[in-house]
């Protein structure tokens, strides 16, 4: 059974930086599709970045210019460079990942909390 490991949340002050990583826990042979959503309290998740196996890169309007969406294909891993973070940024991070069988896999969420 395949599940998504991720690191990387914590406490940051607002202009600070996070990476957060996820990777699968058992063997996928290829992952087409690879993204990472946010929820904040009491709002709807909402996707934040994707990737395709290709490198094509999607970004939410509020993160453009500050984070940076990245995957390792070897290491079957997406990354989430997350710079000039601000307190709205603060949100429980998901990744999510589409095998090419057509399974789809959540991560646990990692909480990334913004504040001084």
């Known amino acids: 059974q395949v599940q998504l490991v991720e690191s990387g949340g914590g406490l940051v002050q607002p202009g600070g930086s996070l990476t957060l990583s996820c990777a699968p826990s058992g063997i996928i042979i290829s992952i087409p599709y690879m993204a990472w959503y946010r929820q904040a309290p009491g709002k709807q998740r909402d996707l934040v970045a994707d990737?395709?196996?290709?490198?094509?890169?999607n970004y939410a309007d509020s993160v453009k210019g500050r984070f940076t969406i990245s995957r390792d294909n070897a290491k079957n891993t997406v990354y989430l460079q997350m710079n000039s973070l601000k307190p709205e940024d603060t949100a429980v991070y998901s990744c999510?990942?589409?095998?090419?069988?057509?399974?789809?896999?959540w991560g646990q969420g990692t909480q990334v909390t913004v504040s001084s």
């Open positions: 999510y990942i589409l095998s090419d069988d057509g399974h789809g896999y």
């Open positions: 990737i395709t196996s290709g490198g094509s890169r």
